[in-house]
């Protein structure tokens, strides 16, 4: 089964851009993922679904800051304009037959 | 827009069975071809896929949990319902329902605590 590797933080300042990434295992590497944001003391709220080929399908109501890409096993995603509600957990997930997988998550801190 | 929504006993004594139920409004539980899904989360920790259901009715579990756990739907009653035996405080956690897709959707989580 495909596993998802993510770093466990990132930072950056208000106004600014940043990137996540979520590594596909190998083997996996054409995987279709999702991002999912949570914030503090919230559900998780689906954001995108991201396809190798870096295209992506938001959700209603995703903000147009956030956008996907993709990379061989490597799938980003770049929040741009960081506000202080994009301070918040983000979990990229994947699935098979058999499974769905979640990475550990990236914890977002917005200085 | 497609919601849904948890519910259950908060607290569950060990080595009992936790019953959570997800109900399903703003759409069909058997309309489309979705995955309908139960993950936990422990207290400050990450998401942990515990099964789901297909619209079909066949199912797939964690294989770490595959012994102890039935999902099951009622589609009379747009629901869908997860069933976790012999639980231990390790089972403590907040419990979601989930649909795959494009958009994907989340309810808002359960707290369920396994004490005496």
């Known amino acids: 089964q495909p596993v998802l590797t993510q770093s466990s933080s990132a930072s950056a300042s208000l106004g600014s851009s940043v990137k996540l990434t979520c590594t596909l295992s190998?083997?996996?590497?054409?995987?279709?993922i999702a991002w999912h944001q949570q914030q503090p003391g919230k559900a998780p709220r689906y954001l995108m679904k991201l396809e190798g080929s870096g295209s992506y399908n938001k959700g209603s109501g995703v903000p147009d800051r956030f956008s996907g890409s993709s990379s061989g096993a490597d799938r980003y995603l770049t929040i741009s304009n960081l506000q202080s509600e994009d301070e918040a957990d983000y979990y990229c997930e994947t699935w098979d037959s058999n499974t769905w997988v979640f990475g550990g998550g990236t914890k977002l801190t917005v200085l | 827009q497609v919601q849904l929504q948890e519910s259950g006993p908060g607290l569950v004594k060990p080595s009992q069975t936790l019953s959570l139920t997800c109900t399903v409004s703003?759409?069909?539980?058997?309309?489309?071809?979705?995955?309908w899904s139960w993950i936990r989360q422990p207290a400050g920790k990450g998401l942990e896929w515990i099964g789901r259901?297909?619209?079909?009715?066949?199912?797939n579990y964690n294989p770490s949990l595959k012994s102890r756990v039935t999902i099951s739907v009622d589609t009379s009653k747009n629901q869908f319902s997860l069933k976790l035996s012999s639980v231990t405080a390790a089972d403590t956690a907040v419990y979601y329902c989930?649909?795959?897709?494009?958009?994907?959707?989340w309810g808002q989580g359960t707290l369920v605590t396994v004490s005496s």
């Open positions: 190998s083997g996996h590497s054409s995987y279709i």
């Open positions: 703003g759409g069909s539980i058997s309309s489309g071809s979705y995955y």
């Open positions: 989930a649909r795959d897709g494009t958009p994907g959707y």
């Open positions: 259901i297909y619209t079909s009715g066949s199912t």
